[in-house]
């Protein structure tokens, strides 16, 4: 059996029609699917904990209830499974309504309810997908073994970062490094990679060992869509000069845990990761948007123009060792980008 606590917003305004509807349709199908629970509406947040055998509860959770268009913002809590007994084995739904009678359950308690379900909002924001995955499958993250595995690692930053942070406001400084997060973490999980850590300006991720692929299609679209971004900014914006560099290195990385209570990471790391991080740094140096190493290379299976930018000892490295672009991006005139971001926002 499994059970499923969760949050999510009605996506109107509540209407108690609307509280009689879902009342209806639960008390019709929730006997027949085995599923039982209780839905505490409140304001228009609802808190609902669903159990039943696996197959039911998956198919009302990830199925009917997350495409369901009423709800907004839905957020898996916690799952468990495993379990033989029901916590609410009378309750084919019990609905507690707090919107309709103060007398139900105590003022203090309904405000007690609503600061914890906004702060879960909040706390999602910042949390890794990864880690949202996790408790979704029942899987206590804390609790998750340290793991080796292959992976492309991605690293991207924006180029001039520096020269920018001396000149712009706070707010344009933002914006900037917004622009490129929203860009990344769009092309990144739409290529089926994973973001783990926001460095700034930078931004980690990684995709598993079957996606070096999807790696590179990943920065060639980013490196796109700054171009639009670029294209599309006016005025004075900031945005005008967007460029950002990437790294791609395929290798072993550790993936766990790190840090204790006060702040603790589910993340990569590694000499693979290190090196991304140095091939894009190095992507100033030789001019070029995406540096990646010979592992990405060797690893990709589709017919991509990868270009030869010579043998290369960087540093922590003990040797020389190929790196690669890909032909079609082209070189990039770094110096003149920071000449003109100098002359453009040094008032
Ligand atoms: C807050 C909320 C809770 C819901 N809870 C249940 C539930 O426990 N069981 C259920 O079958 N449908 C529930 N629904 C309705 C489903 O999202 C979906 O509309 C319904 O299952 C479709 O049933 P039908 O295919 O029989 O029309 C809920 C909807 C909302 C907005």
New binding site residues.
């Given amino acids: 059996m499994k059970r499923i606590y969760y949050v999510?917003r009605?996506s109107d305004t509540l209407r108690p029609e609307d509280l009689e509807k879902?009342f209806d349709?639960?008390a019709?199908?929730?006997p027949q699917n085995q599923?039982t629970g209780f839905?505490v509406c409140l304001g228009n947040t609802?808190f609902?904990v669903?159990e039943g055998p696996d197959k039911m509860v998956d198919r009302?959770f990830f199925k009917?209830?997350v495409n369901?268009t009423?709800?907004k913002e839905v957020l898996c809590l916690k799952s468990e499974s495993g379990m033989t007994t029901r916590l609410f084995p009378d309750w084919h739904?019990k609905v507690f309504d707090l919107n309709a009678g103060g007398e139900t359950l105590p003022f203090a308690f309904s405000q007690m309810l609503t600061a914890l379900l906004e702060s879960q909002y909040v706390i999602a924001q910042y949390t890794q997908p990864s880690v949202f995955h996790m408790l979704e499958k029942g899987v206590n993250p804390t609790l998750v073994s340290p793991c080796k595995k292959i992976a492309t690692v991605f690293f991207s930053d924006i180029i001039g970062f520096s020269l920018f942070s001396q000149w712009l406001t706070p707010g344009e400084l933002i914006e900037v490094v917004n622009s490129h997060i929203e860009m990344c973490t769009q092309v990144i999980s739409q290529h089926g990679g994973e973001v783990t850590k926001l460095t700034g300006d930078g931004l980690l991720a990684y995709f598993s060992q079957k996606q070096s692929d999807a790696a590179i299609a990943a920065s060639l679209d980013l490196l796109q869509e700054m171009k639009l971004r670029r294209e599309k900014a006016s005025g004075k914006s900031p945005l005008r000069y967007l460029y950002g560099g990437v790294g791609l290195a395929h290798g072993t990385v550790y993936e766990g845990n790190i840090g204790f209570a006060l702040k603790r990471d589910f993340t990569i790391l590694g000499n693979t990761v290190n090196l991304a991080s140095r091939l894009e740094s190095y992507t100033r140096q030789l001019e070029v948007r995406l540096i990646m190493n010979q592992e990405s290379v060797t690893s990709a299976k589709r017919q991509w123009k990868f270009i030869s930018l010579g043998k290369h000892r960087l540093k922590g490295q003990s040797s020389a060792s190929e790196i690669f672009s890909i032909q079609e991006l082209g070189r990039l005139n770094v110096r003149e980008i920071y000449r003109v971001i100098e002359e453009e926002f040094s008032r």
């Fill in positions: 999510s009605f879902i349709i639960s019709r199908n929730n599923i839905l609802f609902q669903l009302l009917v209830i369901d009423r709800h739904m």
